[in-house]
C-alpha cells in the first residue's frame, strides 16, 4: 500500500506524492537550547526519525533539516516575556554562547543515544540573521513598526490560523497583548532591544537593532535548505496553534501566493504523567539522563513511544517505562537466540509475510504499535532461523531499535544510586550459585537480600543472572 499521512492542514490521511519525484525533503522544528530537553520534547525527534526511516524505507532519498534555536525564542511561545536565551544565560552567569553550546551538545547525544538518526543538516538561527533580515524586508508590506519592533499583520494573508482552525484554550487565547498590536494574532518579525538595554545577541536591522523573532527563523532555513515549497514540516501539536500558523502567514507573504510552504504538516501529540502535560515550566521535568540514572536504557523509552500512535497522547509512568524495558529486553533476547542458531538454520531467498505486515503498518500513517506486534510475531515464529532474523532486523530499520548490534549485556545499566561495583556482583553471584547446588538456601535468599540493599536486583529466569535494579 502506498504511503498515507495524516496532513494537519487538511485535518485528513493522504498518500503520499512527493513534490520531486524520488525525493522527500522534511524540516522538523528543532530545540531552544537554553536548557536540557525533556522526554516529552524527545518524542517530537523520535516521531520525525520514524517517519525519515518510513521515507527511506519506501525508497525515497531523503532530505531532513532540524533547526536549533539559539535566540528569538520567548518564554510564552507568543510575543511576551524575556528571550529563554536571554534569560538562561543571566540566571546561570554565562555567556550566552555557552549555554547554547552546552544545551546543544546534550541534545545531541540524547538523539544518538535514542538511535535517531542524525539529520543532513542542523541549521543554527544565528547562522542566518542576514537572511531573516532580507526575508523580512521581502514582506514588510505586511508589517507595522511599532515601539516593539516590526510586527506581522495577519489580516493581510488568507485564512490565517486555517492550520489551528480555532482559538482555543490551548491556542490563540493564550497570546497576550501587547500595545500598539492591531490584532490579538499579529506577530513579531523583528524585535527591537528596549532603551537602555543592551542584549547578548542582536543585530543592527533598518527597525532597529535587536533580535529576529521566533517563527521567522524557521521560514528562513526551511526555505533556504529545501527551497519553496518543501514536502513535510514536523513539530509537536503545540506548534500547530501559533507557531505554525505564523510560519505560514509568512511563507504566503514572501511568495505572494496562498502556498503554506511545505505540502505536509504533521505533528505529534503530548507525552503526558498523571499531573499533566509534560512541561519544562515547574522547573521539574525528567530527562533522558533522569532515566538512565534511573536503570533503563535510552532504548526503553523509544519502545515506549513506539507503542503508541505518534497522533495519540501517551502517558508516561515508571511502571510504563518498566515494562516498554522488558518487553525490549524479551525482543533482545529473542534476537540473539536466533543469531546463535543462524549457522545451522540459514536465511534463505524468499521474504516472510511479517515484514509486508511491518510495511503495510508503516505505511498507515507510521503505525509503529502493529508494526512491533509483527516484530515480535517473526522472532517467535517456526521458520529458519537466518529466516527470521533476517525479517526482524528489516522490520527493525522502520522502527529504529537497533537489534542488529543491541545486546541483552547493554541493557544492563547501572542505576546513579548503585553502592557496589559490577566486579562485586558478580562474585556474590559466583557465591549464590554454588549455595543454591548445595540446597543452601537460607545463604542463597541472604546474598540476594544483601545485592537487592545494594540496588542490584537477581534475575533467577534471566540468562545473565542480575539486573540493576531501577530506582525511580
Known sequence: MPLTLYNSLTRSLQPFTPIRPGEARVYTCGPTVYNYQH??????????????????????ALTHIINITDVGHLTSDA???????????????????????????AFKRDVARLNIVAPAEWTVATDFVPEMIEFARAIEGNCYLIEGGLYFDVSRVPDYGALARAATDEGESRIDPVSGKRNPQDFA??????????????????????????????????????????DIHTGGIDHREIHHPNEIAQNQAFCGCDDPGA??????????D????????????LTLQRLVDAGYHPLAYRLLCLQAHYRSELEFSWDNLQAAFTRLKRLVQAVERLRARCEAEPAGDRALPEVAEARAAIADDLNTARALVALETVVAGKRQAGDRLAAA???????GLGLDTLTRADLRVRPAAATIEADAVEQALAARKDARAAKDFARSDAIRDKLSAHGVEVMDGDPLGWEWKPDA
Request: charged residues 30%.
Open 39 to 60: 522526554i516529552g520534547n524527545m518524542r517530537a525527534f523520535l516521531f520525525a526519525d520514524t517517519l525519515g526511516r518510513a521515507l527511506r524505507s519506501e525508497g525515497y
Open 79 to 105: 510575543d511576551e516575556g524575556e528571550d529563554k536565551m536571554e534569560r538562561a544565560a543571566a540566571t546561570r552567569g554565562q555567556s550566552i554562547w555557552e549555554i547554547a553550546a552546552h544545551y546543544t551538545d
Open 189 to 230: 518579525i523583528w524585535r527591537r532591544s528596549p532603551p537602555g538595554e543592551q542584549r547578548q545577541m542582536e543585530w543592527d536591522s533598518p527597525w532597529g537593532r535587536g533580535a529576529p523573532g521566533w517563527h521567522l527563523e524557521c521560514s528562513v532555513m526551511s526555505r533556504a535548505r529545501l527551497g519553496h515549497p518543501f
Open 263 to 272: 505540502r505536509w504538516w504533521m505533528h505529534n501529540n503530548f507525552l503526558v
Open 274 to 285: 498523571r499531573r499533566g502535560k509534560m512541561s519544562k515550566s515547574t522547573g521539574e521535568f
Open 393 to 399: 532486523i528489516e522490520i527493525d530499520r522502520m522502527l
